[in-house]
């Protein structure tokens, strides 16, 4: 049975920075895609990075340079840091994983079969 659980969400004032966690288990983590997205009350759940099997990284326009998605397959174990939060990023942000890992669809929440239960994270100004 696939597993995804976030951890690290938190209040937080505007500039700071947090690291989000998405421990996986249940599946062959090597060969997924693991992506992170957001959503907000009344909004759709908004792509915020992803990272292939291979370590390559994509990020959405709002949080490049900002944000850095790694991960740790001894551990599997996906990381969010998070840098320079400002108010808009405040959201609940889940981890997802897919085993397909299309590049053209990468962004597309639809494409990832597994999620975690979300952590959330709010930035004061």
């Known amino acids: 049975q696939v597993q995804l659980v976030e951890s690290g969400g938190g209040l937080v004032q505007d500039g700071d920075s947090l690291r989000l966690s998405c421990a996986a288990s249940?599946?062959?983590?090597?060969?997924?895609?693991m992506g992170w997205f957001r959503q907000t009350p009344g909004k759709e759940r908004e792509f915020v990075s992803a990272i292939r099997y291979n370590g390559y990284t994509y990020y959405s326009d709002s949080v490049k340079g900002r944000f850095t998605s790694s991960r740790d397959s001894a551990k599997t174990t996906v990381y969010l840091q998070m840098n320079s939060l400002n108010p808009e990023d405040t959201a609940v942000y889940f981890c997802?994983?897919?085993?397909?890992?299309?590049?053209?669809?990468?962004?597309?929440?639809?494409?990832?079969?597994?999620w975690g239960q979300g952590t959330q994270v709010t930035v004061s100004s």
């Open positions: 249940g599946v062959t983590f090597g060969r997924y895609t």
């Open positions: 997802a994983a897919t085993r397909t890992g299309i590049l053209s669809t990468i962004r597309d929440p639809n494409q990832y079969e597994h």
